[in-house]
T-cell receptor, first 114, second 116 residues
Framework: AQSVAQPEDQVNVAEGNPLTVKCTYS??????LFWYVQYPNRGLQFLLK??????LVKGSYGFEAEFNKSQTSFHLKKPSALVSDSALYFC????????????FGAGTRLFVKA | EAGVAQSPRYKIIEKRQSVAFWCNPI?????LYWYQQILGQGPKLLIQ????????DSQLPKDRFSAERLKGVDSTLKIQPAKLEDSAVYLC??????????????FGPGTRLTVT
């Protein structure tokens, strides 16, 4: 069965420092991987995706993520965090298990301190 | 480009009552999803439509939940009768779908349901 894990409930980082939000997955076959962000009182927004090709993908708001097939990970990164990056981040994976299905991780709350 | 529209934004009902949610996806998006998001958890897929056909409803509690997407555009999700554990945010999302090779989903603002 496919699964997505976000091992940290919360990540705290100081403004200007680099940030990493972790995601690991377990699927059969080749996964499509996504990151979404949920700001307070707003819907989920698509940030970036990995389908194929370059393992480092760039997305909105200066975020990027690195696909690591051997470690089955897709960590979200940003070189310099902003207070406005504080939000709830979800990793999602789409793969074929008796049909194409997308499942979401439980989410990681990012708190950036000024 | 207009986003995914949902209504109502908030709903409070008593257990055993019925409720319906409406979703209008982004124009041209073939795939429509309904998710349930319980506080502190990630979204859980309830049902997925490709145009007006159901692709996946394996996690839909069919004894009380139903959904339809007539004409392959708008969709409604109904709960009848509601239980206390149905209290959650119900999210609608859409994507271009398989034909485009573009699978990222675009979400509406959600409907927050409270069952008392």
């Amino acid at each position: 069965a496919q699964s997505v894990a976000q091992p940290e409930d919360q990540v705290n980082v100081a403004e200007g420092n680099p940030l990493t939000v972790k995601c690991t997955y377990s699927v059969s076959g080749n996964p499509y991987l996504f990151w979404y962000v949920q700001y307070p009182n707003r819907g989920l927004q698509f940030l970036l995706k990995y389908i194929t090709g370059d393992n480092l993908v760039k997305g909105s708001y200066g975020f990027e993520a690195e696909f690591n097939k051997s470690q089955t990970s897709f960590h979200l990164k940003k070189p310099s965090a902003l207070v406005s990056d504080s939000a709830l981040y979800f990793c999602a994976v789409r793969s074929y298990t008796g049909g194409f299905k997308t499942i979401f991780g439980a989410g990681t709350r990012l708190f950036v301190k000024a | 480009e207009a986003g995914v529209a949902q209504s109502p934004r908030y709903k409070i009902i008593e257990k055993r009552q019925s409720v319906a949610f409406w979703c209008n996806p982004i124009s041209g998006h073939a795939t429509l999803y309904w998710y349930q998001q319980i506080l502190g958890q990630g979204p859980k897929l309830l049902i997925q439509f490709q145009n007006n056909g159901v692709v996946d409803d394996s996690q839909l509690p069919k004894d009380r939940f139903s959904a339809e997407r007539l004409k392959g555009v708008d969709s409604t999700l109904k709960i009848q009768p509601a239980k206390l554990e149905d209290s959650a945010v119900y999210l609608c999302a859409s994507s271009l779908g398989r034909a485009s090779g573009s699978y990222e989903q675009y979400f509406g603002p959600g409907t927050r349901l409270t069952v008392t």
